[in-house]
């Protein structure tokens, strides 16, 4: 078994509380979606949305997957996945073209 | 771990180990899903090679998206993970009655969400005339969505599979409780990559400039 000492799991009552959150903020992109059709917030939509995503990620992965009770060689194994896919598709995609053409 | 360390284990049906302090199917199920990443990123980087690039015949992707029924959809897949962290957790407090009555909310939501990709892709072949190979950019649409459903399909056969389990007299065992939380990882991923498939292909909505 481990050394590492962990916090305890969240309750029943707690997740159920992250549900809501992540009802809410799925609320509020959709909202952003409508909201850039009306006034073509142009990059910013991206942005915030893009950010919405990343915390929903981080909630479910952190609280649902338990990743932060976990032991921290499962982070580092997830996050080398991670880290790797977004790099190799962000270099393709700038090579090819398409964040130069979002960019602007 | 020495053989009889290993044996010891096993006998005492207690999980195995390596060095890293890790059960070893926990553990491959991370690096497994860790993987995945590398398989979904591919699939979104190709739809967004071709989503905004112009000159294609046919219908775009971005011109036929149902945003609220999508959304109606992703709200069902997210409260599947709750569905989902709750069957872990009566398990984990030997609730086994609750266990199975959440294992099988979460493949009915499961379930749901597929049959709002069904209507989905339907509306978009017939009412849309956008098929598979309508262009590039269709293509890479039906095979982001369509890879991912296959996994949301995978993960409901698993749940359904527990559920099943669950439903004998003894209940789901401890071992079979490591399997609960083996599919619970996958279906948690499944969720995860449709926040990002949700979030990039369909409220960014790219379309050629």
């Not at chain 1, 959150?21 to 917030?41: K, S």
């Not at chain 2, 010891?8 to 991370?30: I, Y």
């Not at chain 2, 407090?93 to 379930?111: H, K, V």
Request: hydrophobic share 50%; aromatic share 14%.
């Amino acid at each position: 078994m481990t050394s590492e000492q962990h916090p305890a799991h969240p309750t029943p009552a707690q997740y159920w509380k992250i549900a809501v959150l992540l009802a809410v903020l799925t609320a509020v992109e959709v909202a952003m979606f409508y909201i850039n059709n009306a006034l073509d917030l142009k990059y910013f939509n991206s942005i915030i949305l893009l950010s919405l995503a990343g915390l929903k990620f981080v909630i479910v992965v952190g609280w649902y997957m338990h990743l932060r009770y976990e032991e921290s060689t499962l982070s580092r194994f997830f996050s080398a996945g991670f880290i790797l896919a977004i790099s190799l598709y962000t270099l393709v995609l700038t090579a090819l073209g398409v964040l130069a053409v979002r960019g602007g | 771990m020495s053989d009889l360390a290993h044996d010891a284990a096993v006998d005492l049906g207690h999980p195995e180990q390596e060095s890293t302090g890790v059960e070893n199917r926990k553990l491959g199920m991370w690096v497994f899903l860790s993987s995945e990443f590398l398989f979904f990123g591919a699939l979104i980087s190709t739809y967004l090679l071709y989503s905004n690039r112009a000159g294609f015949q046919g219908t775009y992707p971005a011109e036929v998206y149902d945003i609220p029924f999508t959304s109606v959809s992703s709200f069902v897949l997210l409260m599947s993970s709750l569905t989902m962290v709750l069957a872990h957790n009566a398990l984990s407090g030997n609730d086994q009655n609750g266990a199975r009555t959440w294992l099988f909310a979460t493949a009915a939501l499961g379930a749901i969400f597929l049959a709002g990709q069904v209507f989905e892709f339907t509306e978009f072949i017939v009412e849309a005339g956008m098929t598979l190979s309508s262009n590039p950019a269709a293509s890479a649409f039906y095979v982001l969505t369509g890879f991912h459903g296959a996994h949301v399909a995978i993960g409901v056969i698993m749940l359904l599979s527990l559920w099943g389990m669950s439903r004998r007299k003894e209940g789901l065992s401890e071992r079979q409780g490591m399997n609960l939380e083996l599919v619970g990882l996958y279906w948690h991923f499944v969720d995860i990559i449709w926040i990002i498939i949700f979030t990039v292909v369909y409220l960014l909505s790219i379309r050629p400039a």
